[in-house]
């Protein structure tokens, strides 16, 4: 959730009230399904007089305007219901039509802001007369679907704060709003039933009932906070306790630009290089050495604070503040262990370690020899900006300047990828893959996302060695 002060939230639609009730929030997805319904079996009638290929066509028209009518209709709402469309467009590419993954792209956090008066009845409910010792900007300086940002100071130290302020009603909804938005996809007609889609919303019930919890977000910016503070690189918000609760988090004001800004695409190559390396260093830090990842890749996480040019100290390294860490998975010691052996693999490039490396994991083990070997090619391929560039001959010319270094932007990868996972999932042997690689794999794609718009050059060298 961004803390950029370069966007102001002035200009903003506010609300009073967010529907937080079961009714509220059953009528408006009732509505929804009702039209949804109706629709799908007026397309059904028209359409039974055309041939095959028309028919087809019409079909993949009709499902395409049914996925973005349900994505608008959510994102009316706010709440948990939005952010389960969020999670299953990232992580549900496996059990959900691409129709529908990317009309729930769409869904947009920076919505309507909930007017002052209701934030400020809100925050007199959870802090009482400590209210009183805060001067609270009125106008928030970030939204997203469970929560709303604003500024504060400290009267009595004048030290400035950020408070994240979750919107009434929302933890008590999550379940119901599950089972709501499960509702609609089977009314829908456009998301068959499976036993892989019910093991997706449980996962996800568990993701947003922890995201919730700022107690344990808390917890958690402390851990990363106390992990980064002496590696200039890096900003993570000071946690203040005197301010945080349950659904209330307080912590230090940040400042920094967007990583879409242009202030930030302007920057000299090498300066824009040390930004992307740290951002990619941290997630392999997160993966291979506390085993436990920030999931959610969004943009909006990530703020880049500029150098000082004339400073003498640490403030003229360019930084990366890290904001939010709700969305946090812990792996287990088998899993991490096998990814190490997957990540080593990746690092010379040969195929033969990659088979040895696919051991141990019950997704692995359960495949035919040949079926393995294609995944074994398909995660050489994936791990092609984390391989030695002298021993990866494969690698295309144009991904590599003139230091060996990987060019991001010019790679291509995700469509390569995407090309070479559909094939091997046209094997009758494939399964869904664990939720865990495929959180892990979201978040690779979300750091392909952020190094390409920047367009960074990386050291493979620098980023696996420490962990050979």
């Known amino acids: 959730m ?3 002060t370069s966007n102001s939230s002035k200009s903003k639609q506010s609300i009073d009230n967010l529907k937080t009730s079961g009714f509220e929030r059953r009528l408006s997805i009732a509505k929804t399904s009702l039209n949804v319904g109706r629709r799908w079996a007026g397309n059904s009638v028209s359409g039974i007089f055309l041939d095959k290929k028309a028919r087809t066509a019409r079909n993949q028209a009709f499902m395409e305007a049914q996925a973005q009518y349900v ?11 939005v952010k389960i469309g969020q999670m299953l467009a990232l992580y549900g590419e496996h059990v959900l039509p691409r129709e529908i993954t990317r009309a729930l792209q769409t869904l947009n956090d920076d919505t309507a802001t909930l007017s002052w008066s209701k934030i400020e009845q809100n925050l007199q409910r959870i802090l009482g007369d400590k209210l009183k010792e805060l001067k609270v900007d009125t106008v928030p300086i970030g939204t997203a679907s469970l929560a709303q940002v604003h500024r504060a100071t400290i009267i009595a130290t004048g030290e400035e704060v950020v408070l994240k302020i979750q919107y009434p009603g929302v933890a008590e909804a999550i379940d119901s709003d599950l089972a709501l938005f499960k509702r609609l996809l089977k009314v829908s007609n456009v998301v068959p039933q499976t ?3 019910d093991t997706w919303f449980e996962e996800i019930r568990d993701l947003l009932h922890n995201e919730v919890n700022y107690t344990v977000e808390a917890a958690t910016t402390e851990r990363f906070y106390g992990r980064l503070q002496n590696d200039p690189r890096y900003v993570v918000p000071k946690i203040n306790r005197a301010y945080s609760s349950k659904r209330l988090l307080c912590m230090s004001y940040e400042p ?3 990583v ?3 202030t930030l695409k302007s920057l000299p190559s090498e300066r824009r290089n040390a930004i992307g390396q740290a951002a990619i260093e941290i997630m392999m830090q997160e993966i291979f050495v506390w085993g436990e990842m920030q999931t959610d890749p969004n943009f909006g996480n990530y ?11 640490n403030s003229k390294i360019d930084k990366l503040i890290l904001l939010d860490f709700g969305a946090i998975r812990q792996f287990d010691h088998n899993l991490l262990t096998i990814a190490h052996a997957l990540l080593r693999a990746g690092y010379y490039h040969d195929h033969t370690v990659m088979m040895a490396a696919m051991t141990g994991y019950e997704f692995f083990d359960t495949m035919s020899q040949q079926v393995k070997s294609n995944v074994a090619s398909l995660f050489l391929l994936a791990t092609e900006p984390f391989s030695n560039p002298m021993l990866n001959t494969d690698i295309p010319k144009f991904c590599l300047d003139a230091e060996n270094r990987y060019i991001w932007a010019h790679s291509k990868l995700h469509s390569r990828i995407s090309a070479n996972a559909r094939r091997a999932m046209q094997s009758f042997e494939f399964n869904l893959p664990p939720k865990e690689f495929m959180f892990i794999s979201r978040k690779f794609i979300g750091a392909y996302t952020f190094l390409t718009v920047m367009d960074v050059h990386t050291d493979s060298n620098t980023l696996v060695k420490p962990y050979l």
Do not use: F, Q, Y
């Open 260 to 262: 879409t800004s242009d």
């Open 2 to 4: 961004e803390h950029d």
């Open 256 to 258: 920094g630009v967007t």
């Open 195 to 197: 036993r892989s889609l």
């Open 303 to 313: 703020l880049v604070r500029l150098s000082d040019d004339n400073a003498t100290d």
């Open 71 to 81: 994505a608008e209709e959510l994102g009316k709402l706010k709440g948990s219901v």
